[in-house]
Nanobody
Framework: QVQLVESGGGLVQPGGSLRLSCAAS????????MGWFRQAPGKEREFVAT????????EYADSVKARFTISRDNAKNTVYLQMNSLKPEDTAVYYC?????????????????WGQGTQVTVSS
C-alpha cells in the first residue's frame, strides 16, 4: 500500500493561487499514474487532474483546464497541483490518489490508494 500525504491547502481569496503537494511513500512511485480529485460538501467526488508515470501525459477536468497544472517529481516522490485563478466553486477537500497500473484515469475506482485530503477554501 502506498501512503499519500497531501499538504498546501488553506483559505485563499477569489483569483488567488495555491500549490498542493502530495508526498508518497515507497520506491515504486515513478511507475504510478497519479490523480487529484475533490469533493465539496453534499457533492460526489469529482476528477480534477491526472498525470502519467513519466509526466508526459496529463488530463484535466474542463472546469479547471487552463487554471490548474499537475506535475510530478519522481526523484522526490511528489506530485503537485498548481491552482491559479481560484474561484469559490473550487472550494472542496482535495485528494491525491495513486494508480499502480500507471494509467491516467479520470475514474476514481481505478485508483488504488488515497491520501487523507486537504481543505481548499476560496472566499473573500
Amino acid at each position: 500500500q502506498v501512503q499519500l500525504v497531501e499538504s498546501g491547502g488553506g483559505l485563499v481569496q477569489p483569483g488567488g493561487s495555491l500549490r498542493l503537494s502530495c508526498a508518497a511513500s515507497g520506491r515504486t512511485f515513478s511507475t504510478y499514474g497519479m490523480g487529484w480529485f475533490r469533493q465539496a460538501p453534499g457533492k460526489e467526488r469529482e476528477f480534477v487532474a491526472t498525470i502519467s508515470w513519466s509526466g508526459g501525459i496529463t488530463e484535466y477536468a474542463d472546469s479547471v483546464k487552463a487554471r490548474f497544472t499537475i506535475s510530478r517529481d519522481n526523484a522526490k516522490n511528489t506530485v503537485y497541483l498548481q491552482m491559479n485563478s481560484l474561484k469559490p466553486e473550487d472550494t472542496a477537500v482535495y485528494y491525491c490518489a495513486a494508480d499502480k497500473g500507471g494509467r491516467t484515469s479520470t475514474w476514481y475506482p481505478d485508483y488504488d490508494d488515497w491520501g487523507q485530503g486537504t481543505q481548499v477554501t476560496v472566499s473573500s
